[in-house]
């Protein structure tokens, strides 16, 4: 008889259900790992209402079986797996490729053509679920210094490190991070590693802001209270502006507000999705500012790279950790977002050990 397991799938904009499915199986070089957290990702949020971009596009089709943020224990391993044995922790990438043509045979994984994401665009089975089933080439050894919860965060860390690529922070430069969701704390938090002199970070819940500091932030700013475009250049060192801007949040707001307050030559990080297209963000500035902006969005070898940082680093990133939901409560959750966005940073579910 073949076995089962619970997982949530959604159906269509607030039709979630929590079903029994079969359980993935350990073949050829596929690993299946009991999932032990799973963060809940904006984009998650975004899929239950049906509010992503990529579902008004059709990229992301329902039913969708979502979920992309995981850590767990190795259950059982395929034949042709070499590096990894039952009882392993383990993360992964949020995606998953075909290992046989031509780009994934030269290991460039981004390229290749049949591409499946993780709970989102032409969906692999996402971690909403008691088991996850993985490509060896796509798992990784958690290292012991890391707990579940940080092994959940890598995947979130993966796409925030991407803001960084190609950067070189000196303690002369002012970064500015807009958004108080897991990425901008962790934006913050790579700011500070990389060595920045100053990183100030934008939001709009003080709550929030107060764990910004926690984690390395020099300054807050609550643009609920204040002018944050001015408190932004008057504390920027030299009061110059700052020199790198990432947008985690999402709204546009933020977004031109970031352009407004960057010095010259700055480097402008997006790394969130927005609902919809922005129709009067003012080129110019950009142009006259020398600004390069670079969408970031992860790829391939980030996730090992980050959680390199995350062992080495003193500084933990676990505050940014403000629930824990039982998986049996997941449907729940979702249900009553509104009351959770309040004080939620990274929700993460937890199952039974
Ligand atoms: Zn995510
Ligand atoms: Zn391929």
Request: proline letters at 5%.
């Amino acid at each position: 008889m073949k076995q089962t397991m619970k997982a949530i799938t959604v159906y269509g904009p607030y039709d979630a259900r929590m079903e029994i499915v079969p359980k993935p199986e350990a073949t050829g070089d596929m690993i299946v790992a009991k999932v032990c957290r799973t963060g809940v990702c904006a984009t998650d949020t975004s899929i239950y209402t049906g509010d992503s971009s990529f579902i008004r596009s059709g990229e992301i089709k329902y039913p969708c079986r979502f979920g992309h943020e995981w850590a767990g224990i190795v259950e059982a391993v395929g034949p042709e797996v070499k590096n990894f044995k039952p009882g392993d922790r383990i993360y992964t990438d949020n995606f998953v490729t075909c290992g046989k043509c031509e780009a994934c045979q030269t290991g460039d994984y981004m390229s290749c053509p049949s591409i499946w994401s993780v709970g989102t665009v032409n969906c692999w089975d996402g971690c909403y679920a008691e088991y996850m089933q993985m490509p060896e080439r796509h798992c990784f050894h958690l290292p012991e210094e890391l707990s579940m919860d940080e092994g959940a965060l890598i995947e979130p860390a993966s796409i925030a490190y991407d803001a960084f690529r190609g950067v070189t922070l000196t303690e002369k430069d002012t970064v500015v991070v807009y958004g108080t969701g897991a990425i901008g704390m962790i934006s913050a938090w790579l700011a500070k590693y990389y060595g920045a002199g100053r990183v100030i970070l934008v939001g709009r819940t003080e709550e929030k802001l107060q764990i910004a500091l926690q984690i390395g932030a020099d300054f807050v700013i609550n643009s609920r209270k204040e002018d944050a475009i001015a408190a932004v250049k008057k504390l920027s060192l030299g009061g110059k502006g700052a020199n790198m801007v990432i947008e985690t949040s999402g709204s546009p707001q933020a977004l031109k507000d970031g352009m407004a307050c960057a010095a010259r030559y700055a480097r402008i990080s997006v790394v969130s999705f927005y609902e919809r297209n922005i129709d009067d963000i003012a080129i110019d500035p950009l142009v006259l500012g020398c600004f390069a902006m670079v969408g970031a969005a992860g790829r391939y070898g980030n996730a090992p790279e980050v959680c390199e940082i995350m062992r080495k680093n003193p500084v933990k990133l676990t505050p940014v950790v403000s629930h824990h939901v039982p998986f049996e409560k997941t449907l729940e959750m979702f249900e009553n977002d509104a009351e959770y966005r309040k004080t939620r940073i990274k929700a993460i579910i937890t199952f039974d050990e």
